[in-house]
């Protein structure tokens, strides 16, 4: 049965990315296309659920699959496979990944209808899924970069899809460069793995010369406790490769110093937002951390670290979702405060709830940004809440589903947010206290900025009559429904008591299941019924004073609190930071090279070059005169001097 | 002392070899006009001494007496030493040719066996050649290369357009059959296997190159008469089309000497041709001449003998080639100019390539019987002359040229 | 003896060569080196170079300096420097440059002293008959003589192509 | 006999009067000449250590320089031709110009 498994899961990337391909290079037209990539993506999800419980059936006697189809790189000293390893971890990931990968692109069908250029965004969206999955699948760390890198191209290619808008490119190109700053440490952190190790793979294999042990980094974690020392501290190595780890995930997994491209992502189609926060992409970076756990076992400095940037974030982004208008940038913040609690979790040790809370997030995530696409759709391309406004008449289902996945993500029982986040706070309250405190603001945060969305979207009165709102096609309420019973019944992956992902994550990560007691029931009673109240009041708050809202109008809270509520909106002024930090400094500089080094530094010397070439070509030139009695002239003083040579000097 | 003794006696010999030649000179200008009138049905100059012997005499007295005129615009200098240049390779040609053989201190015998010519490079061996070096031939052909000059620098130096056309024509025409005369040669010295003279007159011994190097003569004579610009080849100096030519500007000692180097030429020409093809002086019953006189007057006597009539005999020879000379001049017409560059280019030069090639075969396939050699060789010429004479026929009567009375024409 | 007549002829052959490079007139220029060809086939004649005496009497003086009178006569050009020397800069570099030449060769020569030669044996007098030549010529250099003949092909037919009329095409 | 040096002397002194023709002379068809004139200098100088070595090796040399040289004015001859049927005059300085 596992070689079936083995047989299925090459395909697992490699069809998206034929589908890529054939859309790349033969489809021509919108229908097609759509076709093509849902059907790739469709039929990898079905083979990934095969290969799923294929492996779940046989996968007792083998933890894990490692799957080499060639070898990339293979020159002696650097052995670098091109290998699939299926464990319970990857398994998981892929379903995830192909799964709502999958509605996305039966939403986007009838999101992206009538687009001038759908062809080559599905084309893009399959090349996303294929890497998604390489990434996940990857059984070393370079082909994990390789994917890592190829949705990085993607999320450039997909942020930029409507390249026309000035806000669109700068939010591609804004991505991308943030991104490689993360990739930069990933990259450190790999030469140090190579250098420690000697290897990239993740767990030993055969060597491809057939006799021997291609050992995997993780298999040899002795190799990384020796003391590194760090000027006027020394440390453990793992720390130093899992801090430069971590710098990688900040970047793509928009932790603290890093987190700002997120917001701007949402300049792509709005399914492209789906899949960047929910499936892929920002997912990736808390892979990896599990993918490493057992660097991070070692390193309490890195987890450190990984806590503090993850309460940072998951209060900035909870902050900053609360003060925004844009209806997707709400959700934007959202997800980085949500990444925070992952990393939170991962810092916290509590792998599987962080696993967890990736998946269940996923998926009401997807449901949600699917949700607020429809209402985009419905409204006209309006994304200005404050424009919105009583669309639950006109958007029943999108209204239903949406709210379910607000209610999850608000942490209400008994969705599957509830259970994950649930978990993160359980597990922060049992070890540190005043990351317990941050995550219990941030959730209750949560439950603020959703409550008001809701209210500022569906209830009220519509507010702007520029737009007749309408429910969407079938194609996109489909989706939605069902993400939106998956987000009801997630929860049952790891229900305390059953701790089905835990056990399911056994061979992978070492990590027992959190005890339930006593106190985690009272604290999810409490964190739950703070967060319906906080939900229901801001609902309240804000449908009271929603129909006064005017398109440039203040929040409600703004006279209240004035300069935090811009500073919130203004995500903490983490791009003012950079801009006035970085991009400032970096472009006088560049304007300095533009304006005055390269024209009189670059330019001057290469005309200062030029010029004396002329002069001297012109006085060279006038030695050639064509008169042929100068040439022998020329010839005679060479003869003379020869000849003066073997007479005087050589004789 | 013997350095001495062989300087006096070269110079004894070049003096008495430049007198005798510029004498030859007047009597052929003699012979020519009287032989001439003769074939022409008339009589010729015949007033002055018996028979008019004495009218080379009177001729020398009325050039040397003329008034001696130079262009104003002439090159001076070169338009003086055109004629000097001109008359030296016609005198100095003769130093190796063999006159005769006449061995003084040694026996008769010597003349007919090369064996006995035990001292080859003595002086008193040979007597009758003036220089016997070993690159005869070559020499020979370096004068006659020399000869040009002369013609050349007169048309030029007369700033005349007459003249210098001519001196243009003669270069080139010069030029153009040293070629075909050089190659001719060539076939002579590959049969004789030496470039020295003697040994070449030595060689045809009782087999006469004529024979084997039939075709070699026959473009030998050709291209020789156009070397030394006589009819029908004399376009230098066609009075009908350039007044003269290149003498045009000449007058009075001046004209004689570019006359007298012609005439000499002709004569150097005609001795080498009879050097080459016909045993120079050598005569079937020489040598039983010698064996019949030696008892009689003694070896010494015989010798004498021997050498005069050897001498005599070239002479004959030289005189039978003189007689064809004028023969022809009285015969043939003037040829074109393009026609002569074309029969020297397209035709003599080929015939006399093919004689090479042929020779050298025959020479080496047939090493040792020059019967055979000479037999297949002459076949072949005849051959080729005859092809080439087939090949040259007009094909189209509308191409053939009208041909105009014989210009027969005396100089002065 | 012999010295006396290689001074003669030696003393012919640089006024031949001088009075070439002096004369105004393209003619006299030739015939002035014709006069330094002819002086030189004589010192090859005291040099035991017999054949080489006629080759270059034949080559040089018979066909070599006729072209040249040939195309002087021809073009008429036998006076072509009537105007002002454009680069007469150059005429006084010329000519020191030349003197220091000659310097050189002048103390290569003293460096290498004035012995006479010895007399040839009979059989060393034979190096320039034409026989010994011709065997040398054609065992030795055979191959340079192909290659020469080759280049002497080469030579008439670019000769023959440089100077073609162009048919005009009517 | 003569030293092998007076000729190597008289034949330096031959060459750097036809370097001078070379460099001095305009006419196209003198300074060809003079080129004439520096070959045969060579020429009497390996003539002359051929005569030293008693070789016929030098000789030979010669008679190469002699044949490729009529080679030479044959082809140099006709070009002057072939120049002066355009430019009309033999001068090498009204040749001067490198294009066209």
């Known amino acids: ?651 | ?412 | 003896m012999e010295l006396a007549i290689f001074i003669i002829t030696a003393l012919i052959a640089l006024v031949g060569a001088g009075a070439m490079i002096m004369s105004r007139n393209a003619v006299h220029s030739a015939l002035f080196l014709l006069l330094n060809f002819a002086a030189i086939a004589i010192l090859y004649l005291l040099l035991r170079a017999p054949f080489l005496f006629a080759v270059q009497l034949i080559v040089y003086t018979g066909a070599i300096m006729v072209l040249f009178l040939f195309v002087v006569m021809l073009l008429g050009a036998e006076r072509a420097e009537d105007e002002r020397d454009a680069i007469a800069w150059q005429k006084p570099l010329a000519i020191g440059l030349s003197v220091i030449l000659f310097i050189e060769a002048l103390i290569v020569s003293f460096r290498n002293g004035f012995a006479a030669l010895p007399e040839l044996s009979a059989e060393a007098e034979q190096i320039g008959a034409p026989e010994t030549i011709g065997q040398v010529l054609f065992s030795k250099y055979l191959l340079p003589f192909e290659i020469t003949s080759i280049i002497l092909l080469v030579a008439i037919i670019g000769v023959i192509v440089l100077n073609q009329r162009r048919k005009t095409v009517s | ?100």
């Not at chain 2, 008339?42 to 005499?57: H, K, M, S, T, Y």
């Not at chain 4, 003569?2 to 001095?24: E, K, R």
């Open chain 4, 1 to 100: 006999m003569v030293p092998t040096t007076y000729y190597v002397l008289l034949s330096a002194a031959l060459f750097v009067l036809g370097v001078l023709g070379v460099l001095l002379r305009r006419n196209a068809i003198v300074l060809f000449m003079s080129v004439e004139l520096m070959l045969n200098a060579a020429n009497l100088a390996l003539v002359a250590f051929a005569r030293e070595r008693a070789s016929t090796d030098g000789q030979v040399l010669v008679f190469f320089v002699i044949t490729v040289a009529a080679a030479e004015v044959a082809v140099g001859l006709a070009l002057l031709v072939a120049i002066f049927r355009s430019k009309r005059t033999t001068d090498v300085d009204e040749v001067h110009a490198l294009n066209g």
């Open chain 1, 1 to 651: 049965m596992l070689e079936s498994v083995s047989f299925i899961i090459p395909l697992l990337p490699l069809l998206p990315f034929l589908g890529f391909v054939a859309n790349l290079l033969f489809i021509r037209n919108e229908r097609s296309a759509g076709l093509i990539a849902t059907a790739t993506v469709g039929v990898s999800f079905i083979l990934s659920l095969v290969a799923f419980i294929l492996f779940a059936m046989g996968g007792g006697s083998r933890p894990y699959l490692d799957l080499v189809t060639w070898y990339w790189i293979n020159t002696g000293a650097l052995i670098v496979p091109f290998g699939f390893l299926y464990d319970s971890l990857s398994s998981t990931m892929t379903l995830l990944v192909t799964g709502v990968g999958t509605l996305i692109h039966i939403y986007s069908i009838g999101y992206m209808h009538g687009d001038k250029r759908p062809v080559r965004y599905f084309a893009y969206l399959n090349l996303f899924v294929a890497m998604m999955l390489t990434l996940v699948l990857a059984d070393n760390l370079l082909l994990l970069f390789l994917g890592w890198e190829g949705v990085g191209l993607c999320s450039f290619l997909l942020i930029g899809h409507w390249f026309e808008r000035k806000s669109a490119r700068a939010a591609a190109v804004k991505a991308f460069v943030v991104n490689r700053i993360g990739d930069a440490g990933l990259l450190l952190a790999m030469m140090a793995i190579f250098a420690l190790t000697g290897s990239l793979t993740f767990y030993s294999q055969t060597h491809p010369s057939g006799e021997g042990v291609l050992p995997g980094f993780l298999d040899s974690t002795s190799s990384f406790s020796a003391i590194f020392n760090f000027p006027g501290q020394p440390m453990v190595l793992a720390t130093a490769v899992t801090f430069l780890i971590l710098i990688g995930v900040t970047g793509k997994s928009a932790q603290f110093p890093l987190l700002v491209w997120l917001p701007d992502a949402m300049e792509g189609p709005t399914p492209v937002s789906a899949l960047i926060h929910a499936a892929t992409m920002v997912t990736a970076g808390v892979y990896l951390l599990l993918r490493v756990e057992p660097l991070l076992e070692m390193s309490s400095g890195t987890r450190a670290w990984i806590l503090w940037i993850g309460a940072l974030t998951a209060i900035i982004g909870a902050t900053a979702a609360l003060a925004q208008w844009d209806i997707k940038r709400v959700l934007a913040y959202s997800t980085v405060s949500q990444l925070g609690f992952m990393v939170v979790a991962v810092g916290l040790g509590a792998y599987t709830a962080a696993l967890f809370h990736l998946l269940t997030h996923g998926v009401f995530k997807a449901l949600l940004f699917l949700g607020s696409g429809s209402v985009i759709h419905a409204a006209g391309d309006e994304q200005d809440m404050r424009r919105m406004g009583g669309l639950r008449k006109a958007l029943p289902t999108t209204f239903w589903t949406y709210m379910v996945g607000a209610l999850a993500l608000a942490g209400i029982f008994p969705l599957a947010g509830f259970w994950s986040k649930d978990e993160i706070i359980a597990h922060a309250f049992e070890h540190n206290i005043i990351v317990f405190g941050v995550l219990f603001v941030a959730s209750i945060l949560t439950a603020l900025y959703m409550g008001r969305q809701i209210a500022l979207v569906f209830f009220g009165e519509q507010r702007d009559h520029s737009y007749h709102p309408h429910e969407s096609p079938k194609l996109m309420t489909v989706p939605l429904i069902i993400l939106a019973v998956g987000t009801i019944i997630a929860g049952v992956i790891n229900l305390p008591g059953s701790h089905f992902l835990n056990t399911w994550l056994q061979p992978v990560i070492a990590e027992e299941a959190a005890p339930f007691g006593t106190s985690e029931i009272v604290l999810a009673i409490v964190t739950t019924l703070i967060g319906a109240a906080a939900f229901y009041l801001s609902w309240r708050f804000y449908n009271e004073r929603a129909a006064r809202l005017r398109a440039n109008s203040n929040d409600p809270i703004y006279r209240g609190t004035g300069a935090i509520w811009e500073g919130f909106n203004e995500g903490w002024y983490l791009d003012g930071f950079y801009k006035a930090a970085i991009v400032q400094p970096f472009r006088s500089v560049a304007n300095f090279i533009a304006q005055v080094f390269d024209p009189r530094g670059i330019d001057g010397l290469v005309d200062g070059i030029v010029r004396s070439l002329n002069g001297a070509s012109n006085g060279i030139g006038r030695i050639q005169n064509g008169f042929l009695r100068t040439y022998a002239l020329v010839f005679l003083i060479g003869v003379v001097l020869i000849v003066g040579y073997f007479v005087a000097v050589n004789r």
């Open chain 2, 1 to 412: 002392m013997d350095f001495w003794m062989r300087l006096i006696a070269l110079i004894v010999q070049c003096v008495i070899i430049a007198l005798a030649a510029t004498t030859a000179f007047a009597y052929l200008t003699l012979f020519e006009r009287r032989t001439l009138a003769r074939l022409q049905n008339r009589i010729g100059p015949n007033r002055a001494g018996p028979n008019g012997v004495l009218q080379p005499l009177a001729d020398a007295v009325k050039l040397f007496f003329k008034e001696d005129i130079i262009p104003a615009l002439a090159d001076r200098p070169v338009y003086l030493i055109a004629p000097a240049i001109s008359i030296i390779p016609a005198l100095i040609i003769w130093a190796v040719i063999p006159l005769g053989c006449w061995n003084v201190l040694g026996s008769y015998k010597a003349c007919f066996d090369p064996a006995q010519q035990n001292d080859a490079n003595s002086f008193w061996n040979i007597f009758i050649v003036a220089n016997n070096i070993n690159i005869g031939v070559l020499y020979l052909l370096a004068v006659t290369s020399i000869g040009v000059y002369g013609i050349t620098l007169a048309g030029w130096a007369s700033n005349s357009k007459y003249s210098m056309l001519g001196g243009i024509r003669s270069a080139a025409q010069l030029v153009s059959y040293e070629l075909s005369l050089g190659l001719a040669v060539l076939g002579a010295i590959m049969m004789a296997g030496s470039l020295n003279t003697t040994e070449i007159v030595d060689v045809q011994r009782g087999w006469w190159f004529v024979i084997p190097q039939f075709l070699g003569f026959v473009l030998f004579m050709i291209s020789s008469t156009a070397e030394v610009v006589r009819a029908p080849f004399d376009l230098v100096e066609a009075e009908q089309e350039l007044a003269g030519g290149y003498n045009t500007e000449y007058g009075s000692m001046k004209f004689a000497l570019f006359f007298m180097s012609e005439y000499l030429k002709l004569i150097a020409v005609s001795a080498i041709a009879v050097m080459l093809y016909f045993g120079g002086w050598n005569f079937p019953g020489l040598e039983a001449l010698g064996d019949t006189l030696s008892p009689m007057i003694g070896v010494a006597g015989a010798s004498a003998v021997v050498g005069i009539v050897s001498f005599l005999v070239f002479v004959l020879k030289v005189l039978i080639f003189l007689f064809i000379s004028v023969w022809v001049r009285a015969s043939w017409p003037r040829l074109r100019y393009d026609h002569l560059m074309n029969l020297g280019w397209k035709w003599l030069l080929p015939m006399a390539l093919i004689n090479v090639v042929a020779t050298a075969a025959v020479v080496v396939l047939v090493p040792d019987n020059r019967y055979i050699q000479g037999i297949i060789l002459f076949v072949i010429g005849v051959v080729v002359i005859v092809g080439a004479a087939a090949l040259g026929q007009p094909r189209n009567k509308h191409q053939v040229e009208p041909i105009s009375m014989a210009q027969i024409s005396t100089k002065q």
